[in-house]
């Protein structure tokens, strides 16, 4: 069984950086995009920015130019660093991959546990 490990959240001031990291866990054949959603109190779950295998990154309007996503494909793992942080961007943040737990099963699309990140003075 494969699962999504996150860690990183936590409190930090208006302007402040903080880099959010999730870990793939178990049996994993491969694993295609990984990405990046956050879910702010009493609004949607919201998609942030997503990363391939071969490292392309997309970013939604709000972040872009703040957050970066990256990924260390041989840990399995997806990074956001988040930077000029604002009041709005305090939320749960959840981690997302596509995952192929052996060569002939298809692509199962996991999530992780959710970290919050918080930003207020």
């Known amino acids: 069984q494969v699962q999504l490990v996150e860690s990183g959240g936590g409190l930090v001031q208006p302007g402040g950086s903080l880099r959010l990291s999730c870990a793939a866990s178990g049996s994993i054949f491969r694993v295609n995009v990984m990405a990046w959603y956050r879910q702010a109190p009493g609004k949607q779950r919201e998609w942030v920015a997503a990363v391939t295998a071969g490292g392309s990154t997309n970013y939604a309007d709000s972040v872009k130019g703040r957050f970066t996503i990256s990924r260390d494909n041989a840990k399995n793992t997806v990074y956001l660093q988040m930077s000029s942080l604002k009041p709005d961007d305090t939320a749960v943040y959840y981690c997302?991959?596509?995952?192929?737990?052996?060569?002939?099963?298809?692509?199962?699309?996991?999530w992780g546990q959710g970290t919050l990140v918080t930003v207020s003075s």
């Open positions: 997302n991959a596509a995952v192929q737990s052996d060569y002939s099963s298809g692509y199962s699309q996991l």
